[in-house]
């Protein structure tokens, strides 16, 4: 299905709105003119302009005889449509299980169910899998200071 563009583009101002909002709570950083929530600030600025101008597109094309909501052809295609589901299934699939697995368990199954589930070969699809998790934990817990939950795995990292 494809939503019109000015439906979307109201989504996002909400969403962009209650980041603005959230940053309020954020701490001060005592002797600095500004704050960790500088950032998420400017972030949701831009957001709301660029919703804003995907809102008056929208407008635009319904004036010319464009529907709010459309029917895309891949969702006739049972394939597509479980594809679509299996990405949807594997972001919860993080969010439930990150804390409790961990992220390198995590991010190593996502990536191999997704590899095959696209067709790529089962020796490549581990090899991708476990490479591009070493490398994903690595810039994100050594480079950019992120902690990732270490769950099952706390005692080896």
Request: charged share 10%; proline share 6%.
């Amino acid at each position: 299905m494809r939503f019109n563009d000015a439906a979307v583009g109201f989504v996002f101002i909400l969403i962009a709105a209650a980041m603005i909002a959230m940053t309020f709570s954020f701490p001060a950083f005592p002797g600095q003119q500004y704050g960790p929530s500088l950032f998420p600030r400017i972030i949701g600025a831009g957001i709301i302009g660029c919703s804003a101008l995907l809102i008056v597109r929208g407008f635009r094309e319904h004036a010319a005889g464009g529907r709010w909501l459309q029917r895309e052809d891949w969702t006739g295609v049972p394939r597509r449509v479980a594809s679509f589901a299996l990405m949807l299934g594997a972001m919860a699939f993080y969010v439930v299980a990150s804390e409790p697995l961990g992220f390198i368990p995590c991010a190593f199954l996502i990536q191999l169910v997704l590899f095959l589930w696209f067709g790529v070969r089962p020796v490549t699809a581990v090899v991708v899998a476990v490479v591009m998790t070493g490398l994903v934990h690595w810039f994100f817990s050594s480079l950019m200071r992120v902690p990732l939950p270490r769950g099952v795995l706390d005692s080896v990292l």
